[in-house]
């Protein structure tokens, strides 16, 4: 077992390995793409975020890779097996900086976003063989992880740019909870013009965030489906 703390100006990681068969080179690996995501991350989408990230690998942990509370546990067992994946950093990373003082909203918009990130900032992808996957008429942009973060893309495309930063910011805000939990797409934008509409703590920059919401549910309604086409976005890369 080791324990080593590393700090590079204002980020600080511990790294603790409890596995004997983890190799030391992949944990070094690990850190270093740390170090040079995370302070993306934080620029891009949350400035606010924690300076201080604990990384567990640890033998009991029989998933990939989680983040919870600031910390990161991941699976040495998955990092024997596939020693370049070392996005699993840049992903959960992500979740930290998903860390918001209230809800993040939807579970298949936050693996959405980390997998969107992890396709924007990557350092080892095409090494590890990750990709977003090609398009097929099955796909929902609801299904979470590289089919929702490829469905991202092109709503920064063709809709909104930045969309996913003005997500998290409404995050920030504490917003997202207002609008949250309401399944057919036509009773969420209603809800959330309402909520709009009514609310006292909406700034203009705000309320033109909120509105660019919106815009992605309308795009959805418009088409009345979840589902998207290849012409609609296979030219989005």
């Not at 324990?3 to 204002?10: C, G, L, Q, S, Y």
């Not at 606010?48 to 546990?73: C, H, M, Q, W």
């Not at 699976?75 to 930290?96: C, F, G, R, S, Y």
């Not at 924007?120 to 089919?147: E, I, M």
């Amino acid at each position: 077992m080791s324990n080593d703390t590393i700090k590079r100006k204002k980020f600080t990681i511990v790294f603790i390995n409890k596995s004997e068969k983890f190799s030391p080179k992949t944990g070094d690996r690990m850190i270093e793409t740390f170090f040079k995501v995370y302070p993306q991350e934080a620029k891009l989408y949350n400035k606010n975020t924690r300076k201080l990230v604990t990384f567990v690998i640890d033998p009991e942990y029989t998933a990939v890779a989680a983040a919870s509370g600031g910390v990161i546990k991941v699976n040495p067992e998955w990092m024997i097996k596939n020693p370049e994946d070392l996005d699993v950093v840049t992903h959960e990373a992500m979740h930290i900086v998903q860390s918001y003082p209230g809800w993040a909203g939807p579970g298949w918009i936050t693996e959405g976003i980390a997998d969107y990130v992890r396709h924007k900032l990557g350092v080892n992808n095409a090494a590890s063989k990750w990709s977003l996957p090609a398009l097929t008429d099955k796909h929902k942009y609801t299904d979470a992880y590289r089919v929702t973060a490829r469905f991202f893309v092109w709503v920064e495309k063709t809709i909104i740019k930045r969309w996913c930063r003005n997500w998290i910011m409404l995050c920030e805000l504490k917003l997202i909870p207002k609008i949250s939990g309401l399944k057919k797409p036509v009773k969420r934008l209603m809800s959330f013009g309402i909520f709009i509409k009514k609310s006292g703590n909406l700034n203009m920059r705000q309320g033109v965030l909120a509105i660019g919401i919106l815009l992605i549910s309308m795009a959805s309604i418009a088409q009345n489906k979840t589902t998207f086409t290849a012409a609609e976005y296979v030219n989005v890369f």
